[in-house]
T-cell receptor
């Protein structure tokens, strides 16, 4: 499974766009990249998933360059409620996912 | 779609007691996962089922831990002779791998927080 590396923490202000980058240098050909959001005392919540190029949904965008060794989660116009831990992981169709320690995003007023 | 549910949400027990947690996955999902999460860490994989078959177990899952999914629907995770180090959030997730490449998205429940005194 792909080992991922993310910044431990990031700060932002309300209304700004936030980009969180994840490195996954040993990602396998059949690995997808998935991002989760987790609030305290809750289970992780699926945000977005992609394989290559760009994926966008109502919550976020995910940018994956051609070499797939990194990915960037983009959160447009964050609010205080986006303060959470964000996990990036590479997962295959083989089952378990390996979470790192995530990025703690703090959005300030 | 009611999502993944877990019961109980909180459990306090004394060291040496046995505890059992239940997970109800999203109804059509055939895969079910158990993770453990301690404060400040990401979730750690424990085990997973495809239908009723337990396909993989982590080395974290000592002999005191056992999981079942008897009819391929809900699952239980039992911890025998609990230790203080078992205190954690226990998370359940489910998924339905989809063709053509059977990539999957895991959907998590709210977790069961265990405190062993």
């Amino acid at each position: 499974l792909a080992k991922t590396t993310q910044p431990i923490s990031m700060d932002s202000y309300e209304g700004q766009e936030v980009n969180i980058t994840c490195s996954h240098n040993n990602i396998a050909t059949n690995d997808y990249i998935t991002w989760y959001q987790q609030f305290p005392s809750q289970g992780p919540r699926f945000i977005i998933q992609g394989y290559k190029t760009k994926v966008t949904n109502e919550v976020a965008s995910l940018f994956i360059p051609a070499d797939r060794k990194s990915s960037t989660l983009s959160l447009p116009r964050v609010s205080l409620s986006d303060t959470a831990v964000y996990y990036c992981l590479g997962n295959t169709n083989a089952g378990k996912s390996t979470f790192g320690d995530g990025t703690t995003l703090t959005v300030k007023p | 779609d009611t999502g993944v549910s877990q019961d109980p949400r909180h459990k306090i027990t004394k060291r040496g007691q046995n505890v059992t947690f239940r997970c109800d996955p999203i109804s059509e999902h055939n895969r079910l996962y158990w993770y453990r999460q301690t404060l400040g860490q990401g979730p750690e994989f424990l085990t997973y089922f495809q239908n009723e078959a337990q396909l993989e177990k982590s080395r974290l899952l000592s002999d005191r831990f056992s999981a079942e999914r008897p009819k391929g629907s809900f699952s239980t995770l039992e911890i025998q002779r609990t230790e203080q180090g078992d205190s954690a959030m226990y998370l359940c997730a489910s998924s339905l791998p989809r063709p053509p490449d059977f990539q999957e998205t895991q959907y998590f429940g709210p977790g069961t927080r265990l405190l062993v005194l």
